[in-house]
DNA sequence: ATAGATATAGAACAATGTGTTCGGTAACAA
DNA sequence: TTGTTACCGAACACATTGTTCTATATCTAT
C-alpha cells in the first residue's frame, strides 16, 4: 500500500474517531469528517464509498487487531478446561481495553449496532466450539446468549466502567454464564 | 384526539412498519413514508419532526402495550418466589408476541439499537427489584446482564426463531441467568 | 344545523448534503 | 529520470429535508 493512501486512510480514521467523540454518526457528515481530516473531497471518495462503508472498515480494522492470527489459530484452541478458555477471553478484552479509546465514541449511539455485530460474529466462531451441550435447550439459543452477553458486558465495561480490569471483567462473565 | 390525528398517525405507522420489511431504516425516506401512507407532505411533518421521532413515537406506543399498567403496577410485585417472576416475565413475552409484526421489522439493520435501548428501559425496572445480590461482583454489572441477555433473547426469539412459545423462551431463560 | 376551529392537501421554496467529474499538482516507485 | 498514482479543489447535478402558504375538508360544540 502506497505511504500516501495509508496517510490518508489514518487521517481519516483518526478523524472520525475524534468526531464520533463529540457528535452522533448520524449528525456527522462526509464534510466534516473532510474538514477534520484536512483533505480534498474527492479524496475521501478515493477511499471510502459512504459513510457506513468507513465505519465498517475501521470496525475491521479493529477486529483484525483484537481477534489477531495468534489468538483464533487453530493451535491455541486445545482449551481442555474451562481455565484457559478463561484465559483466552481475558486476553480478549485486554486487546479490546488497548483499543478503548477508538471503540468508546463507535459504541454511542447508532452506529454501536454497527459494531456490536461485528463483534458478535468472531465471537460466535470463538464461543461455538467451547460451548457444551444442555438438555431441553437450543444450542442456538445458549450460543446466542453466551455471545450476546459478553458483548454487551465489553460494551457495559469500555462505555461506563473502564475502572475493572480485563481479569475481573473476565470473572463476572463466567461466574455469571454456563459454558 | 381528533379522529383525523389517529387516522393520519396509524397511516404513518403502517407504512414506516411496511417499509422497514423490505428496507433498510436510512435508506427509508420521508418521502417513501410519505407516498405509501398517501398523505401530503406538510401533515407528516405536523406530526414527527424527524424520522427518528417517528421511530422513537413507534418504540414507545409499542411499549406502552407490552408494559402496560396492569403489568408495571406495584401491587403485581410481590413476588415472593422465583415462579410468579418468571410467570410475569412469560407474560411480558406474550404480549411482545402480540406485537411481532410491527416489531419485527424494527429489530433489523440499524433502527435495532433504538429500539432495543427502550426496551431495555423498561426491563431495568422489572428486573430492579427482583435481582438478588452476589458476593464480588458488582450489581449494576448482574443487572446489565440480567437486563441485556433477556433483551437480546427476545431479538433472538422473534426474529428467527418464533416457534417456540413465549413459555419456551421463558424457561430458556431462567435457566440460563441467575436471578 | 350552523359556526368556528383544526387537520389535511399540495405546491413551491431555500438549505443542506451527497457523490461524481475533471484538470492540475505533488509524491511515489522502478 | 520517467511513468504511475494519489491528492487537491472547484464545479456540478442530484436527492432529501424541513418550512411556508393557501385552499379545502373534516371535526366539535352549541
Not at 41 to 60: I, N, P, Q, V
Not at 81 to 97: G, R, W, Y
Request: charged share 30%; glycine share 2%; proline share 1%.
Amino acid at each position: 500500500m502506497d505511504r500516501r493512501q495509508r496517510r490518508t486512510r489514518s487521517l481519516i480514521f483518526k478523524a472520525f474517531t475524534a468526531l464520533l467523540e463529540r457528535k452522533s454518526y448520524t449528525s456527522v457528515t462526509v464534510q466534516e469528517i473532510i474538514d477534520e481530516a484536512d483533505i480534498g473531497r474527492s479524496t475521501f471518495y478515493a477511499h471510502f464509498e459512504t459513510k457506513d462503508e468507513l465505519l465498517k472498515a475501521m470496525c475491521r480494522d479493529i477486529f483484525d487487531h483484537v481477534f489477531s492470527e495468534e489468538i483464533m489459530s487453530e493451535e491455541h484452541h486445545d482449551f481442555s478446561d474451562k481455565d484457559s478458555f478463561q484465559d483466552h477471553i481475558t486476553h480478549i478484552l485486554c486487546h479490546l481495553q488497548e483499543k478503548q479509546q477508538s471503540i468508546k465514541g463507535i459504541f454511542s449511539g447508532e452506529c454501536g449496532e454497527i459494531f456490536m455485530r461485528y463483534l458478535k460474529e468472531y465471537l460466535y466462531q470463538v464461543f461455538d466450539r467451547q460451548l457444551t451441550d444442555v438438555e431441553d435447550i437450543p444450542r442456538t439459543y445458549r450460543l446466542n446468549h453466551a455471545v450476546s452477553s459478553f458483548a454487551e458486558t465489553v460494551r457495559w465495561w469500555l462505555k461506563e466502567h473502564s475502572e475493572y480490569s480485563p481479569e475481573q471483567i473476565s470473572r463476572f462473565y463466567f461466574e455469571s454464564v454456563d459454558i
